[in-house]
């Protein structure tokens, strides 16, 4: 479910700048860079910094305020300000959002087809503590709200990530950052 949470990030950022794009045509390109705190991370009450450099290309479904297809790359670093540990997410790839059944008034169905490399976590001047990389495929239903009532996903490749019910990042990353 992290993951689904991931690609609603992802997509409720997207929509953000729909309006932006609608006008622009069906194609939309942007760069984010800008920086943040978690005060938060991982719900263990650490506070860790970040920043990140992210670019997308988006391009909407024809009469739906949801996207067809997205290509995004990035950098986002995660800085413990009690210690200075810096870990470095990277991630790449295409994801494309098929509607197979329903519409967005009622209970609908989308397929997000995403491949490249999802996620990869190192440490910046050192090793890959892990790497998602390949084809995954979640099949995701909505109620007339916007609200999951199903959810499964596929995968091709290395997903040490989906493969830990998406519960990897936060054990990789509290661990590399110092936090106990």
């Known amino acids: 479910m992290k993951r689904l949470a991931l690609v609603g990030a ?13 006008t622009a045509g069906p194609d939309e390109h942007f760069v984010d860079v800008g920086t943040d705190t978690d005060p938060d991370f991982c719900g263990t009450g ?6 990140f450099s992210v670019r997308v290309n988006l391009w909407l479904m024809e009469g739906a305020e949801d996207f067809s297809k997205i290509t995004q790359s990035g950098k986002v670093w995660f800085t413990n300000p009690d210690n200075g540990r810096t870990v ?9 959002n098929v509607v197979t059944s329903g519409t967005e008034e009622g209970v609908h169905t989308h397929v997000f087809t995403t491949n490249g490399l999802p996620e990869l976590i190192k440490l910046p001047n050192g090793p890959v503590l892990t790497r998602d990389a390949g084809l995954i495929v979640e099949t995701v239903t909505v109620d007339e709200n916007g609200e999951v009532i199903d959810y499964s996903a596929t995968w091709n490749g290395p997903h ?9 990042f936060c054990d990789v990353m509290t661990g590399a950052l110092g936090i106990e």
């Open 10 to 22: 992802v997509i409720a950022a997207v929509l953000v700048f729909a309006p932006v794009a609608a």
């Open 46 to 51: 650490q506070q860790i910094d970040v920043s």
């Open 88 to 96: 470095l997410v990277r991630f790449s790839g295409l994801t494309t």
């Open 160 to 168: 040490p990530e989906a493969e830990s019910g998406f519960e990897l």
